[in-house]
């Protein structure tokens, strides 16, 4: 029990699909993150909630579409991906953002992705 | 951008001996975490440290943090089959919002 609940586990997708990735986290953080893990590369950070406001996006393509409906709640809606987004990813919580804290991230077991 | 470099990628030694992991960062920090993955399994934090010479110890494992070096290192004692896994420094760059991890350590530690 990691206190960060993903689902689903595994998804298979093709290009033409849309999907969506879920996370729940039960610590009362105000922080909530999603990486992705790919192979021989370091973790990346894709988007940063505080307080359900975004305050991150590092470039992402437009085809990953982040959701915080709340504070617990977060989710990455997928649409038309390509082979190469296939990946693991992760989301995380803190207590507050990495700039005002040092809280260190708790991350939930991933999804692991694969684009067809 | 903050480069994290890890070294080694890979390591297996046997059970009983030391080892040391180096990580490396380009840029001022005073702020560096490692993290712990079992395959298959998410990342657990194993410490966190915040000023130059600061040294944490848990079990077999110690950290310790040289800002002015801009180094970590995670020294394993005696190593034990359990401490087979993944491990990862990360670094948050000072005012930023961002931490940057670097591409891990798989350690495999052989009975």
Not at chain 2, 57 to 73: F, H, I, N, V, W
Not at chain 2, 80 to 96: E, K, N, P, R, W
């Amino acid at each position: 029990e990691t206190g960060v609940t993903q689902t689903p586990r595994h998804l298979v997708m093709g290009m033409t699909n849309k999907k969506s990735l879920k996370c729940e986290q039960h610590l009362g953080h105000n922080a909530m993150y999603w990486y992705k893990q790919s192979a021989k590369k370091p973790l990346e950070l894709m988007f940063v909630y505080s307080l359900e406001e975004r305050v991150e996006n590092n470039s992402v393509p437009s085809r990953f579409s982040p959701e915080c409906p709340n504070s617990s709640h977060l989710f990455l809606h997928l649409h038309t991906l390509q082979p190469e987004d296939s990946a693991l990813y992760l989301c995380a919580s803190s207590r507050d953002t990495q700039g005002a804290s040092d809280s260190p991230l708790h991350f939930g077991n991933g999804t692991r992705l694969t684009v067809t | 951008e903050l480069k994290v470099e890890q070294n080694p990628l890979f390591l297996s030694m046997q059970e009983g001996k030391n080892y040391t992991i180096y990580c490396n960062y380009s840029t001022t920090s005073d702020r560096l975490y490692w993290y712990r993955q079992d395959p298959g399994k998410s990342l657990e934090s194993l410490f966190v440290l915040l000023s130059n010479g600061a040294v944490k110890q848990e079990g077999r494992l110690m950290a310790s943090l040289d800002t002015k070096a801009r180094l970590s290192t995670l020294h394993i004692t005696a190593a034990v089959h359990d401490l087979s896994a993944t491990y990862f420094c990360a670094v948050i760059q000072t005012g930023a919002n961002n931490l940057f991890f670097g591409t891990g350590t798989r350690l495999t530690v052989i009975p």
